[in-house]
């Protein structure tokens, strides 16, 4: 059952600065558990606020940071109202030097921050978060339930990029530190996550023991949630809802 809900901007203060965020909560102003929802790298616009909506409104306090906060307070970049694949090379070009500078390191001080505020919050019930991410933002979920286990009880990801790659601090090495349950929603036609990584992130997670699912969504293209994108795909969108929810109602 939903309900109507209030969304907000706020600020919440971490260790370089002041990140903006959208905040949704059910509009009775009773704490709910509290979900940390990370952007795609088009960041926070109102598709994304209206998906925080949609998650307050199953009975969730849902913070969205604009985790590029270091370059300015979100639009970082002038985006249309429907981001088309003639315009989305353009875009991706001009966000890519902000998305650069945010180093594992950098993030995860952040994610500390935003859990001690969602943790400070009256409208958030005591005990460890959720956390959701979209595109970047699944690597950062992962990262999050990875560095901060005992805050985080479950996470999910969803179209995420270079989750399990060969680099040093690939997401997936941080596998042996999560105690959350995980969920992983891919798509099958996605460049950036091809299934040699998704299968390398399920052996990763399978030898450390995690709880987890992981899914590909057939036909689905990387951004498959993002509905004011070419990407956009209705079946795997409602797909993840149904499975996020079922996480999220398990877990915390």
């Known amino acids: 059952m939903s309900t109507a809900v209030h969304g ?3 600020d ?7 990140a903006d965020a959208y905040l949704a909560t059910p509009d009775d102003n009773a704490p709910r558990p509290a979900v940390l929802m990370y952007m795609d790298a088009f960041g926070l616009r109102p598709h994304l606020k209206n998906m925080a909506d949609r998650l307050a409104a199953a009975g969730y306090t849902v913070l969205v940071p604009n985790v590029m906060y270091r370059h300015g307070r979100a639009p970082l970049v002038e985006l249309p109202e429907f981001i088309n694949p003639a315009e ?7 966000i890519r030097p902000f998305m650069a500078t945010l180093t594992p390191e950098a993030a995860m001080r952040d994610a500390a921050a935003y859990l001690d505020w969602l943790a400070a919050s009256p409208l958030t019930t005591d005990g460890p978060a959720g956390v959701t991410g979209y595109c970047m933002g699944a690597g950062l979920a992962l990262r999050t339930a990875g560095t901060h286990p005992d805050r ?3 996470a999910a990801g969803f179209h995420g990029a270079y ?5 040093p601090d690939s997401p997936h090495l941080l596998a042996g530190r999560v105690t959350a349950e995980l969920y992983f929603g891919h798509a099958d036609q996605d460049a950036t996550n091809p299934a040699e990584q998704i299968d390398r992130l399920d052996k990763a ?6 709880r987890h699912r992981t899914e590909v969504y057939a036909g ?3 951004g498959f949630t993002q509905a004011d994108t070419a990407m956009y795909g209705a079946e795997a969108a409602e ?11 398990r877990a915390l």
């Open 8 to 10: 907000s901007t706020v």
């Open 12 to 18: 919440v203060p971490t260790p370089d600065g002041t």
């Open 88 to 94: 989305r090379p353009e875009i991706i070009q001009d």
């Open 152 to 154: 985080v009880a479950a």
């Open 163 to 167: 989750l399990a790659t060969d680099a």
């Open 205 to 210: 997670l399978t030898e450390a023991g995690v």
């Open 220 to 222: 689905a293209h990387h």
């Open 239 to 249: 797909r993840h809802w149904t499975a996020l929810l079922d996480l999220l109602n």
